[in-house]
């Protein structure tokens, strides 16, 4: 990889953008100089550097730093641009009105999902949101619906950089997954059976472009107790009919 970074100051630059997390909103230059071994003086230089740009901001009262508003700027170009969030956001809601329960929607970003949007069902207030976060591939309904229908070498790809454990039911052993790949490329959807969060479940769909690639998935998620074999099948067919005529839009 050290080969094909041609502006390594640049590449270091990004790295610290992405020490910024929902989990670490604010660091300090001590902090980030920990986590990715760069000297403090570094460090200061180009968070000064995205300070004067508008990327970072500052906080005078800690001293620490905090992603700033061009940064949200670009994210809503990136977003805005991605027109299957239009198309799909009507089904969304059809679908999470009809399952009682939380939709996602979601893309591949390198090994994992990065969570684009979602839909909360009717009179139920909001504990926390994901969006922008990501999760494994391998861990979520979502991604396992896209890695899927990836060609064999990406597979491989995905599953040579190490099947972390996140629950007791996440599945870490390469010839189970691809086991498991087999069967939801086969009946057509995937399911999350609290893999990627204790006493979650999931049901998720892939989305394809006009072309067949995979772009995106749609999930159905909610608490274990209600995801049922009766119910797992209502969702996954419920899912099969709108990403169908998300679809027929793109």
Known sequence: ?????????????????????????ELGITEISEMLGLYKSNVFNILSTFEEAG??????????YR?????????????????????AMPYLQEISKAANEIVYLGIPDKNEVLYLDMVYPKNTVPTKTILGEKAPLYSTAIGKA???????????????????????NTITD??????????????????DNMENEYGIKCVGKAIFDRKGQVIAGVSISGPSLRFNDENIKYFADLLDKNVKLIMEKL
Do not use: Q, W
């Not at 990327?55 to 620490?64: L, Q, R, S």
């Open 1 to 25: 990889m050290e080969d094909r970074i041609k502006v390594k100051s640049l590449y270091k630059a990004l790295k610290i953008l992405e020490c910024f997390t929902e989990k670490t909103p």
């Open 146 to 168: 896209i890695m899927a229908h990836l060609p064999e070498d990406r597979i491989t790809e995905i599953v040579s950089e190490g099947l972390r454990k996140i629950t007791s």
């Open 55 to 64: 990327y970072i901001i500052k906080n005078n009262e800690n001293n620490k």
């Open 67 to 87: 992603p700033g508003n061009k940064i949200l700027e670009l994210a809503y170009v990136i977003t805005s641009g991605m027109d299957f969030r239009k198309v």
């Open 174 to 191: 390469k010839d189970k997954l691809m086991e498991e790949l087999k069967i939801t490329a086969s009946r057509g959807y995937a399911v």
